[in-house]
């Protein structure tokens, strides 16, 4: 009994020095903010959390009541399963890397063979030997490729052509090189012809002049590549390739026009052209001319009408065309001007009295 008390009297002194270290050391450490954040159930306001992350949904809920703490939770964990047996080395059987390139040749996978068994050796020695050889033909063909793409890019980038105008042309061109199409032919013609039917394709067509303004090929050159392609694209076998457009008209033209005339209200002059365009087409005077000396008459019409009037030599400036061309053209528009002007550009600020006669 005696050694029992003496036991617990000794544990008790020990606790309680303890305890006065403790407190000791606690009040010689400097004050620190916590800076833990705890997401804890308004709810329950249990301690610790009692929460569950499901990431089959998604969400994070308690798990005492249920309630939904937070949404779109996103799962870190890995991707893949692992089997020890079967992978060499316990690594992971990473399924991930970059995404292939339709514009290139080559599969662009690889498939490595194990070192397992007496054969495996053999086998891989053979397989070097064939990838070496696809890897010298693909890399010769695709250097090619890159080199005519980055042309593409670099005309589309000069003119304003979107990114999807951009990957269009840069499939043709991919198309024309597996056909071996145009064989003999120079790459610059043929990335041009590319760059024109692209523009077609999605609605921002572009001229032969523009065309060979900023390639420096020939507008024949252009015109015979884009019939073979046009050809080429409308042949049975490439009824996948997105069909050709028609013709260029002047109500694709007003849009880009205007905005290179910086009116104050560009979409609006636009749009009042491109509507006088469709008009104008039934106009026999002006049946066969061509489509930049319609829409420049068209703007220099609508640009007196509106108040926001342009010089001829202005408008002939981003058209590309002569300013007698254009006063030509606008004196047959001026003829019909009471058939062809609506009330409704009228009633938004327009004035028949501003046209002039020439």
Not at 259 to 286: P, T
């Amino acid at each position: 009994m005696n050694s029992d008390a003496f036991l617990a009297a000794q544990q008790s002194a020990s606790a309680a020095a303890s305890d006065n270290g403790a407190d000791k050391a606690t009040k010689d450490k400097p004050w620190q903010q916590n800076l833990n954040e705890i997401v804890q159930c308004p709810d329950c306001r249990e301690f610790p959390p009692n929460l569950i992350e499901e990431f089959s949904s998604g969400d994070m809920v308690c798990a005492s009541c249920g309630l939904v703490l937070g949404d779109r939770i996103i799962d870190t964990r890995s991707e893949w399963r692992t089997f020890a047996n079967d992978d060499q080395n316990n690594d992971d059987p990473s399924r991930v890397g970059d995404a292939a390139n339709p514009l290139l040749n080559g599969a662009q996978l690889e498939t490595n063979i194990a070192f397992d068994g007496k054969d495996a050796r053999e086998l891989q020695r053979l397989q070097n030997k064939a990838n070496k050889k696809n890897e010298k033909e693909n890399k010769q063909n695709n250097t090619t490729l890159l080199a005519a793409y980055r042309e593409i890019s670099n005309f589309c980038d000069a003119m304003n052509i979107s990114k999807t105008t951009q990957d269009a042309a840069k499939h043709i061109f991919k198309m024309t090189d597996d056909a071996k199409f145009f064989k003999g032919k120079p790459t610059e013609a043929v990335i041009a012809g590319c760059i024109f039917i692209a523009c077609r394709q999605h609605g921002a067509a572009r001229t032969f002049r523009e065309i060979h303004a900023l390639t420096k090929v020939p507008k024949k050159e252009i015109g015979r590549t884009f019939k073979m392609l046009e050809k080429f694209l409308q042949d049975d076998r490439n009824k996948t390739a997105p069909p050709t457009l028609s013709a260029t008209n002047a109500t694709e033209l007003c849009a880009r026009f205007c905005s290179g005339l910086r009116f104050s209200n560009s979409h609006l002059m636009a749009r009042i052209s491109s509507d006088l365009c469709e008009k104008s087409s039934s106009l026999k005077n002006l049946a066969g001319r061509s489509p930049l000396s319609v829409a420049a008459a068209c703007i220099y019409m609508i640009s007196h009408l509106m108040g926001e009037s342009r010089t001829s030599k202005q408008i002939a400036a981003v058209a590309g065309v002569s300013d007698g061309t254009i006063k030509t053209a606008y004196r047959f528009l001026h003829q019909e001007r009471e058939s062809l002007i609506e009330q409704d550009w009228l009633n938004k600020g327009g004035d028949l009295d501003r046209l002039p006669v020439n």
